[in-house]
């Protein structure tokens, strides 16, 4: 279980994260959603350890986030940030061979060899396994990097607005690939989010976060709701049922 | 589709690179020998082949790690300013003690204390420049660039108060000689640049996933914080022995890890360090052989060098989309 402890974090005067404490549950689908600035993609980064918290502890099952070795944790969580441009000439099978880095430390198995296969298979992209990442679409470079995850076999995935600049199609897919991680490999997929509508569809769990403190959180049907998005929002934000779930509808 | 060259294909570019630096260096100590003139030439360009293979580990190895760490392929530690940091060193000698002293540094104590000085000073000036390398690379451009010019702007200004025959002795520093080479120093600085090398070479696949970004070699369990340290104190050492050794060569750098890049398309530094090494190496002893046999020293080799790699550096200026 990932834990946050009265976690904070300060940019000189400024507070991105106000004392944030939360537990999130595994084995699901968990959206951190809020405004621009309201300190999802903070809190996200932080459990990442991609950048330090200035106060409070991030526990990732039971264990302090700086009392784990680099590469123990990178057996048991993988981040994936915003940019997916690499400055390193890559074809898609490298980029999910290096998924295997924190288990083979770059000498490649017979058995690493076959997660590569596995996760190339799993998530469609075999056929483009000889391709260069820089000549893939968006949809397909998130695709190929979400594959890197699964193969370095972690149990937490961390997203951070995995569905930037895709189109539907794209986006939906990308948010059924989660699902299925979840659902079938029994992974932990934490994303930050603006559309409400895929966290709606998608999620199991929902954080909300407002001026950098934590707002709500709580099962996805308790937070999409009018009134607590409104909060989140400062707007006016419909909901309509549609097959058994919430669709949020935010046009005046 | 572009296609990933095969192993093949790298092995026979390696096997042409070798065969090339063999040829240039045969060739260089070999040609225009007569049993007369065989006891001074010879040993006199073996000490510059020597020379020139201390160099070019040096500048292949640190302008590769140089560029990985910095995730830029146009930057090198001597595009950085970091021969007008050992340009103000020598300066600040001159400016304090005189052109004698300058002169007489060539024991291997004061030879040390040059190399330490110039490998305290520079890791200082990379400490400061990645202070900050989270956040982004170019606050790491920003800084190295504008270093290298106050660098630059000081030793100018100083230069305006020194005797100008003691800026003679200055000006024979400003431009790298493989000519002026004691042997000593040479062993001094093969056994430095070895040390860095080995030191490089016993982490070198952590340099693989560190090629991919900060924030995707966090997630790949790489140190990153270590690594980058690691890597600053390689880069000085190898860059401070080169320099020290022979002076500066600014181009350098970014000629052979561009020819390098385009010889051996990979990520994996177990290829593209040594691709750059063999291409610093070709450099080097063609450079070498125009210098003394087509253009008999009427040039200097770092000026031949240097407008070969500044010609790669502009085009690389035009081609390349991430600075």
Redesign the interface.
């Known amino acids: 279980m990932i834990r946050l402890c009265n976690v904070t974090k300060r940019y000189g005067e400024t507070v991105a994260l106000s004392g944030v404490t939360l537990s999130l549950p595994t084995e699901k689908v968990v959206a951190l959603i809020g405004s621009n600035g309201a300190g999802k993609s903070t809190a996200l980064n932080i459990i990442?350890?991609?950048?330090p918290a200035s106060a409070g502890t991030v526990e990732i099952d039971g264990k302090s986030l700086r009392d784990w070795k680099?590469?123990?944790?990178?057996?048991r969580?993988?981040?994936?940030?915003q940019?997916l441009?690499?400055?390193?000439?890559?074809?898609v099978e490298?980029l999910v061979a290096?998924?295997r880095?924190?288990h083979s430390?770059?000498?490649l198995g017979a058995a690493d060899l076959r997660i590569i296969d596995d996760a190339l298979e799993y998530t469609g992209i075999s056929t483009l396994r000889?391709?260069?990442i820089d000549?893939l679409s968006g949809g397909q470079r998130q695709i190929a990097y979400i594959a890197m995850a699964i193969a370095?076999d972690t149990k937490y995935i961390l997203l951070d607005e995995p569905l930037n600049n895709l189109d539907m199609n794209k986006a939906a897919k990308i948010m059924k690939l989660l699902r299925t991680l979840v659902r079938e490999k029994k992974r932990s997929v934490l994303l930050v989010i603006h559309d409400i509508n895929f966290v709606s569809f998608y999620a199991d769990y929902v954080v909300a976060f407002k001026n950098g403190a934590l707002k709500y959180s709580g099962k996805t049907e308790d937070v999409i709701r009018s009134e607590v998005l409104r909060d989140v929002y400062d707007m006016e934000i419909a909901i309509k049922s549609y097959r058994d779930k919430r669709l949020c509808v935010y046009y005046e | 589709?572009?296609?990933?060259p095969s192993s093949k294909a790298f092995f026979f570019a390696f096997a042409a690179m070798a065969f090339l630096c063999a040829a240039f260096a045969l060739f260089y100590i070999f040609s225009g020998v007569s049993a007369e003139t065989w006891d001074y030439n010879i040993p006199r360009r073996l000490k510059v082949v020597c020379a020139i293979a201390v160099v070019g580990v040096s500048v292949g190895i640190s302008s590769v790690i140089f560029q990985t760490i910095t995730?830029?392929?146009i930057l090198t530690p001597s595009i950085m300013g970091f021969d007008n940091l050992y340009l103000l060193l020598q300066t600040l000698v001159i400016y304090f003690w005189g052109g004698g002293q300058l002169s007489m540094m060539d024991s291997p104590a004061d030879f040390m204390l040059t190399l330490l000085l110039m490998i305290c000073a520079s890791t200082a000036v990379f400490f400061i420049m990645f202070k900050g390398r989270?956040e982004s690379v170019y606050h790491t451009v920003l800084v190295g660039v504008v270093l290298g010019m106050a660098f630059g702007g000081l030793s100018t200004f100083m230069q305006v108060f020194i005797d100008p025959s003691e800026f003679s002795v200055l000006e024979g520093r400003m431009f790298a000689s493989f000519n002026r080479i004691n042997v000593q120093l040479l062993g001094i600085s093969a056994a430095v640049v070895c040390a860095a090398g080995a030191w490089f070479f016993s982490d070198l696949?952590?340099y693989?996933?560190v090629?991919?970004?900060?924030?995707?070699s966090?997630?790949?369990?790489?140190?990153y914080r270590a690594v980058v340290l690691k890597s600053m104190v390689v880069v000085a050492v190898l860059t401070s022995a080169s320099t020290v050794l022979v002076g500066p060569l600014t181009f350098l750098g970014i000629l052979v890890v561009s020819l390098a890049r385009a010889l051996f398309?990979?990520?994996r530094h177990g290829i593209l360090v040594p691709g750059a090494v063999l291409a610093a190496l070709c450099a080097l002893l063609f450079g070498m052989i125009v210098t003394e046999r087509a253009l008999h020293f009427a040039v200097p080799m770092s000026v031949i060098i240097d407008f070969a790699g500044g010609l790669f550096f502009l085009l690389l200026l035009g081609r390349v989309k991430?600075l």
């Open positions: 990442g350890r991609l950048i680099s590469n123990e944790l990178a057996k969580l993988a981040i994936l940030g940019t441009y690499t400055p390193a000439r890559l074809t490298e290096f998924g880095f924190p430390r770059g000498n000889g391709c260069f000549e370095q | 589709m572009r296609r990933v995730a830029n392929y989270g696949r952590t693989d996933a090629a991919l970004g900060r924030e995707r966090i997630s790949l369990g790489v140190n398309p990979t990520y991430n």
